[in-house]
């Protein structure tokens, strides 16, 4: 037990011996709240408690995973691992056994974001789709009906998102899917609706805990009360410094008024931050003192003062990137380990001219978030057939590959199939296996023996997805030739690429939970998270955002301008934009470099930018500021201008900070702006 707390220092371990009753640790970043919790796990169950009452609670599986591990760590064997998970995992695992409590079965699939806007475009409406996807899931975590929209809704286009929002509920629950807000929704309304169970659950979780409390929305503090039904043994860590989701719906009152929802809280402060240099804890501390709504805390580090912070000012993102990826190569030359190396940026979109710096100087990188391998076609494609066999009655996935690879039928064809099958009260898949008749007379005889093929095809697949083989996967590919498909179709070293690192996954998927079925495995693949796909052996490059909770020795923020970083638009705030400023910061062990342009392509047009506000206030732009004296752009390049077209640059000269362009356009001379022109 003493080993358990040894590298705790007094206040942390004060909070870790806290057993019974409510307990809030509201500290800055890198103040050890995610080791105190982990520790807490494992000094529970020193004590002899049973490691299934322990519930810890996260929102990244990257997070989760890091947490199990540190716990799990710290103690000799368990019989059974205390459950540590997202809050969705969570509802996921609650919902396997007990969603039957609404009528449905558990064989249910979780759809993903992309999913739930390809079903709502499905129904035909000329609304913005992410708009109204984001309107569902909004009512949907306050919990209000779509009859209650409907008698609210004033005005005609919210009486319209009422009933698409009822299309929508009646279309995902007559398909047994489930969407990732209802992972939450549902497991709270079966615990408000069935007392008994509510109360089970709450004995069997004796000890709760979460971290990054300060995220947490109204429906996830609705279920946490759920879960103390019984007792209230609720350890809750967090940062209102933190808080960056407020644009989703996170409440930050949760952890605000914790003390006033709970009776005797006891509260923790810790105040040695144990990750980075005082120089970076300054420059967080400062910056993050421009807010108003704040409890207000001051960190210090005992680590020295460390590295002044480095800013870089470049003229546009091509020189940018080319400085940064420069630096980040002599970082590895001189032996950092590329894992401790990461780019934070605010907005996805800066990605891409980091990515070629990045390339150039060959430092391979890992993009946490971006274009995601699950959003693939050929990806989507294989997720479907496995959704098909694990659930015949999922229309939207049989929609999407019942002509694919191509089975001779045409968009009228099928959609004759779904309005007998809509009118026969039957999925697609069970209106096609039993009426043969009906389909000969709708199909030409080539599709209609294709797609009688591929019904029993499934079938056979579905009776061997039992044995949960590691040879499944290959008799899916052998069954249907997804792989030979594509590898005909444009992009097919890429997509088939794809198709096979799908294959390996799902292997070594058999390999980790061997008593896996193939629903499990599509659960666990929807709630794959950004955070997810870090790699080991490459830097980093991701948001902020996805970055919260991550530490790295040295760490760039690029894009720190206005505009950019704090993003303004609509319905920015700019509170919420200084504390995502105060998480990048904070997330740097050793060294911080911040960075800036003077300007930037960015859709469509180059525009001249100003250094962020932040930059001043951190206290980082308080000197004279130089401007490199180089831009990327060289005698001889090929550029292009939005009027005058192609040219090619002959002179490069300086005028006050920016670079003036001597360039010939077809045999036309023109001085321009470097700032007008985009590199070739
Ligand atoms: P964030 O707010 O960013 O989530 P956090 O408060 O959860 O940060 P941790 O990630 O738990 O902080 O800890 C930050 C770093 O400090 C980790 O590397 C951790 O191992 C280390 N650390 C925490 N507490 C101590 C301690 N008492 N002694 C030594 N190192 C510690
Ligand atoms: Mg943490």
């Given amino acids: 037990m003493n080993k358990i707390l040894s590298e705790l220092n007094e206040a942390q371990r004060d909070a870790v011996k806290h057993i019974d009753g409510p307990l809030l640790i509201l500290a800055g970043a890198g103040s050890g709240k995610t080791k105190t919790i982990t520790t807490r796990v494992a000094y529970l169950i020193s ?109 005609k286009n919210y009486k319209t998102i009422a009933k698409l929002y009822e299309q929508y509920e009646n279309y995902i629950a007559s398909n047994n899917l489930v969407d990732f807000d209802d992972l939450l929704v549902l497991t709270y309304k ?34 946490l009360r759920k879960l103390c039904e019984n007792h209230e043994n609720l350890c809750v860590v967090g940062d209102d410094d933190q808080s960056i989701y407020g644009w989703r719906g996170a409440n930050i009152k949760n952890i605000l008024e914790f003390h006033e929802s709970f009776d005797e809280v006891k509260i923790t402060k810790l105040e040695v931050n144990y990750r980075s240099t005082n120089q970076i804890l300054k420059t967080a501390n400062a910056l993050i003192e421009h807010n108003r709504e704040r409890i207000g805390k001051n960190l210090t580090s005992d680590f020295g003062d460390g590295k002044e912070i480095a800013f870089i000012e470049s003229a546009d993102e091509n020189q940018e990137s080319q400085t940064i990826a420069r630096k980040i190569r002599k ?33 391979s990188y890992n993009m946490v978030g971006g274009i995601k391998f699950y959003e693939r076609a050929e990806i989507k494609d294989l997720i479907s057939y496995l959704r098909i066999i694990a659930n015949e009655h999922d229309d939207y996935s049989m929609k999407r590959i019942i002509n694919k690879p191509k089975r001779g039928l045409g968009k009228v064809t099928i959609d004759k199939f779904l309005k007998a099958a809509y009118e026969s009260k039957m999925s697609l898949f069970e ?26 095809n499934i079938i056979k697949l579905k009776e061997l997805s039992s044995d949960n083989s590691y040879d499944f996967i290959f008799e899916l590919e052998d069954t249907f030739k997804i792989r030979d498909y594509y590898s005909t179709l444009p992009d097919a070293v890429d997509r088939v690429s794809n198709i096979d690192e799908f294959y390996g996954l799902y292997r070594d998927y ?57 993003l303004i638009g609509d319905g920015s ?60 752009f060289k005698k001889g390049d090929l550029v292009k201008h939005k009027i005058f077209g192609i040219g090619r640059i002959f002179e490069i000269s300086k005028v006050k900070r920016e670079f003036k362009l001597k360039i010939n356009f077809s045999g036309t001379k023109r001085d321009i702006l470097a700032s007008f022109v985009e590199k070739i």
């Fill in 47 to 155: 004590l002899g408690i049973d490691p299934a009452s322990i519930l810890t609670l996260t929102f990244t599986n990257k997070a989760a995973s890091e947490m199990r591990e540190r716990a799990l760590s710290l103690i000799e064997s368990v019989n059974y691992p205390p459950t540590l998970c997202t809050f969705h995992k969570f509802g996921l695992l609650f919902l396997k056994f007990n969603i039957n409590k609404l009528g449905r079965n558990n064989n249910f699939v979780v759809i993903d974001t992309d999913d739930k806007k390809r079903i709502i475009k499905s129904f035909g409406i000329d609304l913005p789709i992410s708009m109204i996807a984001s309107e569902i899931s909004r009512y949907k975590n306050s919990l209000i009906s779509p009859k209650e929209v409907f008698e609210k809704a004033e005005r």
């Fill in 510 to 566: 058999v390999k980790q939970n061997l008593e896996m079925s193939v629903d499990e495995f599509l659960n666990d693949l929807a709630l794959q998270s950004d955070q997810d796909q870090i790699d080991y052996e490459h830097i980093s490059i991701m948001s902020v955002h996805a970055s919260k909770g991550l530490e790295f020795e040295y760490l760039f923020v690029i894009g720190l301008e206005e505009g950019f970083f704090p």
């Fill in 331 to 363: 970082l590895i030359d001189t032996g950092a380990d590329p894992r401790s190396i990461a780019v934070l940026y605010r907005v996805n979109a800066l990605s891409r001219s980091l990515e070629e710096g990045l390339n150039k100087e060959h430092v």
């Fill in 573 to 632: 705030d700019i509170e919420e934009e200084r504390r995502l400023g105060y998480v990048a910061i904070t997330r740097a062990k050793r060294e911080l470099w911040l960075s800036c342009v003077g300007s930037r392509f960015y859709k469509g047009r180059r525009a001249t930018l100003k250094k962020s506000r932040f930059l001043k206030e951190c206290g980082v732009c308080k000197g004279s500021l130089v401007l490199e004296k180089t831009t990327s």
């Fill in 190 to 223: 079966i615990l408000e609706q069935d007392i008994e169970l509510c109360k089970q659950t709450s004995d069997r979780y004796r000890y709760i805990m979460v971290d990054e409390y300060q995220d947490t929305n109204e429906l996830q503090y609705r279920l």
């Fill in 431 to 456: 209106y096609i296996s039993t009426h043969e008749a009906e389909v000969k007379s709708i199909a030409s005889k080539k599709s209609f023996v294709a797609l009688y093929e591929f019904i029993e």
